[in-house]
């Protein structure tokens, strides 16, 4: 059974906000807890440096996805980060950390399926 193209696009929608909701919430909880977030970077061995990339790209390129501007080079580079910063930060045998990794790795398969299908005419780049 084919999607109409008004259910593709609405879901292609609802698919971005869904993939973009927990890099917004990410990004922007890392700026009320800067310091503890760099301190675990650091424990990780990533320079805290580097902190007010990661929260513009968690952030911004969050937003970024659910209005669809981008999209495809957004979702590649969220991507991209992601496995990253999986393999950095849940490569811990525990149970807890292997769901993290599986869970990240899902997340990452869905921001190349949008990058491939692009973000649907409900979107600021209507594609």
Do not use: C
């Amino acid at each position: 059974m084919l999607a109409s193209p008004a259910l593709a696009d609405a879901a292609k929608l609802v698919g971005r906000i869904l993939l973009a909701l927990m890099f917004v919430l990410g990004g922007y909880s890392k700026i009320g807890g800067y310091a503890g977030t760099q301190a675990y970077m650091a424990s990780a061995g990533v320079p805290g440096i580097l902190l007010p990339a990661v929260i513009a790209l968690e952030l911004l390129g969050g937003l970024m996805i659910v209005v669809g501007y981008q999209t495809r080079l957004v979702a590649l580079a969220l991507a991209g980060f992601t496995i990253v910063a999986t393999i950095l930060f849940h490569s811990a045998p525990d149970r807890m950390q292997q769901l993290l990794f599986m869970k990240n790795l899902a997340v990452a398969g869905g921001f190349l399926v949008l990058f491939a299908s692009g973000p649907g005419r409900w979107s600021l780049d209507r594609g």
